[in-house]
């Protein structure tokens, strides 16, 4: 059984992108602290839709949430959270910090009106059980192929 791990919840402040850009260079490949705030920047990610798990006074986790309104006709647009970002510090996996994170996102999401939160990721991925725990559901059955 892993050994539970003491951590504190907060949104992403100025600094941190150190620290994620490190742990998301593990988790989705080689990225720096610039191409994060860069990031950031263009999606108009707020610091408030940054949600981090902390240990120690080091970010170890994180999930991020953009909101979108979608057309889906005449007048019509469906408030959605889209998530991203979602990864943890290898150290740090299997302690339930990302699970608590996703879930205080997705509350806060409803709690500010969005009907729905939508997520891209592998199919064969090993975070693919947490996203279903969490309720999403696979929209895609099939891998995209491109020559």
């Not at 941190?16 to 860069?38: M, N, Y």
Request: net charge positive.
């Amino acid at each position: 059984m892993e050994k539970s791990v003491e951590y504190r919840v907060r949104n992403y402040k100025s600094g941190d992108e150190v620290h994620l850009a490190r742990i998301f260079s593990e988790c989705f490949g080689p990225t720096t602290s610039t191409r994060l705030k860069q990031w950031y920047r263009r999606m108009k990610v707020l610091p408030e839709h940054v949600f981090i798990g902390e240990v120690e006074g080091k970010p170890v986790s994180c999930v991020e949430m953009v909101f979108k309104d979608l057309h889906m006709g005449e007048d019509v647009y469906l408030r959605t959270a889209g998530i991203s970002g979602v990864c943890t510090d290898s150290d740090y996996r299997h302690k339930g910090i990302v699970t608590n994170l996703l879930r205080l996102c997705l509350d806060y999401a409803r709690e500010t009106g969005a009907s729905n939160a939508a997520l891209y990721t592998g199919l064969d991925i090993p975070a693919h059980r947490l996203y279903t725990r969490q309720g999403f559901i696979d929209v895609a059955t099939s891998h995209p192929f491109i020559k």
